[in-house]
């Protein structure tokens, strides 16, 4: 009796541990997050420095240099366009929040995720879990090297951030079909923007 006790408790810890991880995290992370605007699209972002005020988001969230963008209903500008690393960085005057930080090492197959959005347009963001599939995934007609994780994004949740169970950014919401959605891991996507975000990493 002793030893299937201590058995379930060996099996239910980690479980249990990691959801009350999730509800106290999640508070923390929502506030970071922001809603993306840009003509017809709606679309996620997070703040990445909140003195600077920038947010990160993903490019094919903006449909080109002429479209106004707007940041929780603030106009915002566009200070970087990656469209091949598929992520933008946005600068906007009025935005509160903690900035969110990149994890120091990208994430391995069987990490917790969240991800993070403002699914089908609604007007609150959406907080829903995963798990990661694959952690560097090359697909036909796409450069890079993917993270794959075992649920598919809502539509509007591109841009969004993918987190860890430290609350830390492992890849943006890029791409998604029916049962999986796609980003590049942190370490590529920080290389690319390092210098907007409010930590620095060697």
Not at 57 to 73: E, L, R, S, W
Not at 119 to 127: D, H, I, N, Q, T
Not at 158 to 175: D, H, L, T, W, Y
Request: charged share 20%; hydrophobic share 45%; proline share 5%.
């Amino acid at each position: 009796m002793k030893r299937t006790l201590l058995t379930l408790i060996l099996i239910f810890t980690p479980i249990l541990a990691c959801a009350q991880g999730w509800s106290t995290l999640a508070p923390k992370i929502l506030d970071s997050v922001v809603r993306l605007e840009a003509g017809n699209f709606t679309c996620t972002g997070f703040i990445i420095d909140e003195k600077r005020k920038y947010i990160l988001t993903a490019a094919h969230c903006i449909p080109d240099k002429d479209t106004d963008v707007y940041v929780n209903g603030e106009k915002a500008a566009v200070v970087n366009m990656r469209r091949d690393d598929d992520v933008a960085v946005l600068l906007v005057a009025n935005v509160d929040g903690p900035a969110l930080v990149p994890a120091k090492t990208n994430a391995a197959v069987g990490d917790d995720v969240a991800m993070i959005g403002f699914g089908y347009a609604v007007k609150e963001p959406l907080f829903r879990t995963a798990i990661v599939s694959h952690d560097s995934l090359s697909l036909p007609g796409l450069d890079g090297k993917y993270i794959v994780l075992d649920a598919a994004v809502i539509p509007g949740q591109s841009g969004g951030p993918f987190v860890n169970a430290k609350g830390e950014v492992i890849g943006v919401v890029q791409r998604s079909n029916e049962v999986l959605s796609l980003g590049l891991p942190i370490q590529d996507i920080y290389k690319a923007t390092r210098r907007y975000w409010s930590v620095s990493q060697p």
